[in-house]
């Protein structure tokens, strides 16, 4: 699935339509080397996170391709761009939470 949506933005990135997005996800400015550790303290927390991996996998593909990753959805009249994999992850994020309670 990450690898899917890692194509659908390619996708849009040749049609030139969406923006490039150094941050993480929605947009929020971090610095990379802290996605990448809460990428890999995701990885140790087993089964669950599963949904999050998976949007993760997606924009890390992105980022090692393009650089940055490429949002392609936008939110009329907020100006918020981006893209499944992002979804992907607050999802994922947002169930992992949830479920350890």
Do not use: E, H
Not at 44 to 51: F, H
Not at 65 to 79: F, H, R, S
């Amino acid at each position: 699935m990450g690898a899917i949506d890692f194509s659908i933005q390619y996708f849009f990135f040749r049609l030139g339509c969406g923006v490039a997005n150094r941050g993480v996800s929605f947009g929020f400015n971090v610095p990379t080397y802290l996605w990448y550790l809460a990428f890999g303290l995701i990885l140790m927390v087993g089964y669950r996170s599963r949904l999050f991996i998976t949007g993760a996998v997606g924009n890390l593909l992105s980022r090692m391709i393009l650089g940055y990753v490429w949002d392609y959805i936008k939110i009329p009249y907020v100006g918020l761009w981006f893209n499944l994999s992002d979804v992907m992850i607050v999802s994922g994020a947002g169930l992992m939470i949830w479920k350890s309670k």
